[in-house]
């Protein structure tokens, strides 16, 4: 039988985030975010969950959005970063495909290749409202606007900027930005899009007339404090594997690479199947939750490339081939994140393709 190491992404959670998330502002439409492999989840089958709801996708990179295409996805699809080269927009064109613009260089080539545009284009130019990793000075929202709505075959123009501190409700950097964006949009009439997931739930004044939900749409809060909104999520995957081996473990002995846990009393150990190469953290540490037949208990030593070892000394009925969940509904990833010294956001999109992804409805 085939190593136990599975991914079961539940579809429905994910289109029920999507509306919770258009149900925060509405009226407004939202862009689901798919980069990376819809954050690990499987970017064309959720992609094709969400197809009768959805009012655009979002990726990172035309090498995405493709993928998406040759899979039939007919749906708008922005590429969050824009072309890379000048050569991407004859793709761009063909595939009709929405573009951010970030950057003067992309401007001047945008400038020159309109002419040859054969569809209508849709353009969402980035501000830098304080973030300071992509976008314009937002004194020149209405300069940028002016010139890149007077392109032939340029359609809709939206302003778009992004939050640095969004998931951090008490700090007062994100209000800073709303006003910025909003001081630059002074004369200037399109639409906007300003709020990522934490945006979505935490700051209302920041909606706009798009939304770019990504991480919420998996499930996880990317809050450390409790949030009403979050409180709603559903998680979209279930990572679960299996106990491989059971040994007796006598008390001053210890287990995996580097003795970083030892017995302190005889302990019953347990293998499970799943490591670093399945894109488990291995910096997880001693005491990192998981579920046993959807019993609590904790990792105990490192995590190595195929396996990790956890602590069975108060679950006596545990055996080779039970479940261990490492995430999902009744574990939040958002509870594990911390344990590995990371964020929900990079536990589920390092899965490593060795990882079976099951889809359930």
């Given at each position: 039988m085939a190593r136990n190491a599975v991914a079961t992404v539940h579809l429905s959670a994910i289109r029920h985030n999507y509306r919770l998330a258009k149900a925060q502002a509405p009226g407004a439409k939202a862009a689901a975010i798919i980069k990376a492999n819809a954050y690990g989840h499987g970017a064309?089958?959720?992609?094709?969950?969400l197809a009768a709801d959805v009012d655009a996708f979002g990726v990172a990179c035309i090498e995405e959005a493709l993928e998406l295409?040759?899979?039939?996805?007919?749906?708008?699809?922005?590429?969050?970063?824009?072309?890379?080269?000048?050569?991407?927009?004859?793709l761009i064109d063909q595939h009709q495909l929405w573009t951010a613009l970030h950057t003067d260089e992309q401007l001047t080539?945008?400038?020159?290749?309109?002419?040859?545009?054969?569809?209508?284009?849709?353009?969402?130019?980035k501000l830098d409202s304080g973030m300071h990793r992509l976008g314009f000075a937002p004194d020149r929202a209405a300069e940028l606007q002016a010139t890149v709505s007077a392109l032939p075959q340029v359609a809709e123009v939206v302003l778009m900027t992004h939050f640095a501190r969004s998931d951090e409700p008490e700090e007062a950097q994100?209000?800073?930005?709303?006003t910025r964006f909003n001081t630059a949009l002074e004369g200037v009439d399109v639409p906007v899009s300003l709020s990522n997931s934490a945006g979505v739930m935490a700051w209302p004044a920041a909606?706009?007339?798009?939304?770019?939900?990504?991480?919420?749409?998996?499930?996880?809060?990317?809050?450390?404090?409790?949030?009403a909104v979050a409180d709603q999520l559903q998680a979209g995957m279930t990572l679960t594997s299996e106990i491989i081996a059971v040994r007796d473990v006598p008390a001053g002995e210890a287990v995996g690479y580097g003795?970083?846990?030892?017995?302190?009393?005889?302990?019953?150990?347990?293998?499970?199947?799943?490591?670093?190469?399945?894109?488990?953290?291995?910096?997880?540490?001693?005491?990192?939750?998981?579920?046993?037949?959807?019993q609590r208990t904790a990792l105990a030593g490192r995590v190595s490339m195929d396996m990790l070892t956890i602590d069975l000394t108060h679950l006596p009925e545990a055996k080779v081939g039970d479940t261990v969940?490492?995430?999902?509904?009744?574990?939040?990833?958002?509870?594990?994140?911390?344990?590995?010294?990371?964020?929900?956001?990079?536990?589920?999109?390092?899965?490593?393709?060795?990882?079976?992804r099951v889809y359930q409805e």
């Open positions: 064309i089958p959720v992609a094709r969950a295409r040759a899979a039939g996805i007919s749906q708008p699809i922005l590429l969050l970063e824009g072309f890379f080269h000048a050569d991407e927009l004859p080539a945008l400038c020159a290749y309109a002419p040859q545009l054969r569809h209508p284009l849709n353009v969402w130019i994100t209000v800073e930005q709303i909606h706009g007339q798009w939304l770019r939900p990504g991480m919420m749409l998996y499930g996880a809060t990317p809050f450390m404090s409790a949030n003795a970083t846990f030892t017995c302190d009393t005889p302990r019953r150990i347990g293998t499970v199947a799943m490591g670093y190469g399945d894109g488990y953290p291995r910096h997880a540490k001693n005491g990192t939750p998981v579920l046993v037949n959807g969940t490492l995430w999902g509904p009744a574990l939040p990833a958002a509870e594990v994140a911390p344990w590995c010294d990371t964020i929900p956001y990079t536990l589920v999109t390092c899965l490593t393709p060795r990882v079976k």
